[in-house]
C-alpha cells in the first residue's frame, strides 16, 4: 500500500497487528464499497456465465461461434453506454449535496440519453447488410436482434451511472444481479422454446427493459424534486462523454473485438474454442470490477476511502506543504489500494487457468471445447494484465486526465491493428492480446509517477 497515505511501517505492524489490521483494512471504505460491488459482480457474473455455458451447450461449437460474434458486437454498442455512464457517474457524485439540481440533472440526462440511443438502433439497422456480411452470419435479422437491445440497454447506463454516482452501491448491485437473473431466465426459456440465437438476444432486450423500469421508478422515488433547482450547462457533460466513451471504448474493444475478428478469420470450430477462452477469461476483468466501480465516484469527490488517514495526519502534525500535497496523494493512496485488491483476485484466476485449463473448460463446456486449454492459459495472462491497466484509467479519468485517455485509445487502436495484421492462429491473437494490455498497463503506471 501506498506509504503516502497509509504510513503503514514494519514497527506498528510487528507492535500492534491487528490495529493495524483494522484500521488499513477493516477501515478502509474503498474496500467495503468495493466488496459490496465484488459480491454483486460475482453474482450478476455467475448468472451471466450461467447463461453463456447454457448458451455454448445448447447451440454448440458453430452457432455458438455465431451467438459470441453477435454478443461482441453487443458489447462494442456498449461502448456508448459506457461513456453514458461514467458522465452520469461525474456529475451525479458533483451535485449529489444539491437534490434539486440533481433530480433535474437525472431526469433531464435520462430523456436525453434515450433520444441517443433510439438514434443508435437506428444507425445499427441501417448498417445490417455490412455488419452481418463482415461477421459472416447466416441471416441479416440476427444483427437487427443486437440492434434491438440498444435503446433500453444504453438508456439502462445512465440510471446505473446515476447510482454509482450517489455511491449507492447496494441498490446498484442489486439491479445487476436482477438483470442478469431475468436474462438467465428468459434466456433458457426462449431457446428452450426453439428460437435458438434470436431467443438469446431477445433475453436481452427484455431484461433491460425490466431493469429500466425499475431502476427509473426508484431513482424518481428517491430522488428530491422540491426546491428551485440551478442551471446547469449540460455542455460540461456533452464535453466529458467523449473521453468517456474514449474510456468505454478502451475497456471493451480490446477484450472484445478480437472475438468479432476470430469469427472473422477462423473457422466456425476455432472461433467457438476462442469464444469460450475469451468467456471463461472475462471472469478475471468482472470479478474485481467492483473495486474500479467503488473507486471512481471517490476519486471525482476527492475522497480518501480511509478515514484513518486524517486522524493520522493531525497526530503526526502535518506541515503546510504536506496538507497542500494530502488530496493528491491520498487519492495515489486510493489507486494503490485498488491495484492490490485487483491484483489478488484476478491473479488467482489467472493461477487457476494457467495450471487446470482442461479441466475449468471441460466443466464448464464440456469436452467438445478442451482443446481451447492453450487459449485459456494466455488469455489468463493477457486479462490480468488488462484488468490492473482499467483500473489507472479508471483512476485517471475521474481525475479528468484526458491527455491519458487519448493516449491509452491510441494505444488500444494500435493493439487491434496488430490483431488484424498478425492472426496465423488463435494462440497468436491470445499473446498479441497480452503483449498490448501488458503495454497499457505500464503506460498508465507512468502516467500516475510523472
Known amino acids: 500500500m501506498s506509504s503516502d497515505t497509509d504510513r503503514l511501517s514494519v514497527r506498528q505492524f510487528a507492535t500492534d497487528p491487528m490495529t493495524v489490521v483494522r484500521r488499513h483494512v477493516v477501515g478502509d471504505d474503498l474496500l467495503h464499497h468495493g466488496s459490496v460491488m465484488a459480491l454483486a459482480t460475482a453474482a450478476s457474473g455467475a448468472l451471466n456465465y450461467a447463461y453463456q455455458v447454457f448458451m455454448g451447450r445448447a447451440l454448440g461449437p458453430e452457432q455458438y461461434g455465431v451467438f459470441g460474434a453477435l454478443f461482441a458486437l ?11 455512464r461514467f458522465s452520469a457517474t461525474r456529475f451525479t457524485a458533483e451535485l449529489a449535496d444539491d437534490g434539486p439540481a440533481l433530480a433535474t440533472f437525472t431526469r433531464r440526462f435520462l430523456w436525453q440519453s434515450m433520444l441517443f440511443s433510439c438514434g443508435v438502433f437506428l444507425v445499427l439497422v441501417a448498417l445490417t447488410p455490412v455488419l452481418s456480411g463482415f461477421l459472416d452470419v447466416p441471416s441479416a435479422l440476427f444483427v437487427v436482434a443486437v440492434a434491438g437491445a440498444a435503446p433500453f440497454g444504453l438508456a439502462l447506463t445512465a ?30 426459456g ?25 431502476t427509473t421508478l426508484h431513482l424518481r422515488g428517491r430522488l428530491s424534486t422540491t426546491g428551485d433547482a440551478p442551471a446547469f450547462d449540460y ?7 467523449v473521453p468517456a466513451i474514449l474510456t468505454g471504448f478502451c475497456l471493451t474493444v480490446p477484450t472484445t473485438v478480437d472475438v468479432i475478428l476470430a469469427k472473422h478469420f477462423f473457422s466456425a470450430r476455432l472461433a467457438g474454442l476462442y469464444v ?23 476519486v471525482s469527490t476527492g475522497e480518501t476511502g480511509d478515514a484513518g488517514d486524517i486522524d493520522e495526519a493531525d497526530a503526526v502534525g502535518d506541515t503546510d506543504a504536506e496538507s497542500s500535497d494530502a488530496a493528491p496523494k491520498a487519492a495515489t493512496g486510493l489507486l494503490t489500494r485498488a491495484l492490490v485488491y485487483t491484483a489478488g483476485i484476478a491473479g488467482v484466476g489467472a493461477a487457476v487457468y494457467w495450471l487446470a485449463p482442461t479441466f475449468v473448460l471441460t466443466t464448464f463446456y464440456g469436452a467438445a471445447y478442451a482443446d481451447a486449454a492453450s487459449l485459456l492459459q ?20 475521474a481525475r479528468d486526465n484526458n491527455r491519458f485517455v487519448y493516449g491509452f485509445t491510441a494505444l488500444s487502436l494500435v493493439e487491434i491493428a ?12 491470445v499473446q498479441v492480446l497480452l503483449l498490448g494490455n501488458v503495454a497499457l498497463f505500464v503506460l498508465g503506471i507512468i502516467e500516475v509517477n510523472s
Open 418 to 429: 496488430l490483431m488484424w495484421a498478425f492472426h496465423s492462429s488463435p494462440l497468436q491473437f
Open 159 to 188: 440510471n446505473f451511472g446515476t447510482l454509482q454516482g450517489l455511491q449507492w452501491f447496494v441498490p446498484l448491485g442489486s439491479y445487476k444481479v436482477l438483470l442478469a437473473g431475468v436474462k438467465l431466465a428468459l434466456g433458457v
Open 190 to 214: 426462449l431457446v428452450v422454446l426453439g428460437y435458438g440465437v434470436y431467443g438469446a438476444f431477445g433475453a436481452l432486450v427484455l431484461s433491460s427493459v425490466v431493469v429500466f423500469g425499475a
Open 74 to 84: 453487443f458489447y462494442l454498442v456498449n461502448v456508448l453506454g459506457r461513456g453514458i
Open 378 to 397: 494466455w488469455y489468463g495472462a493477457a486479462i490480468l494484465a488488462f484488468a490492473l491497466a482499467s483500473v489507472v484509467l479508471n483512476f485517471e479519468l
Open 276 to 298: 469460450a477462452a475469451s468467456v471463461l477469461g472475462k471472469i478475471l476483468v468482472f470479478l474485481p470490477m467492483g473495486i474500479s466501480t467503488a473507486l471512481f465516484p471517490k
Open 235 to 241: 455542455r460540461r457533460a456533452y464535453r466529458y462523454t
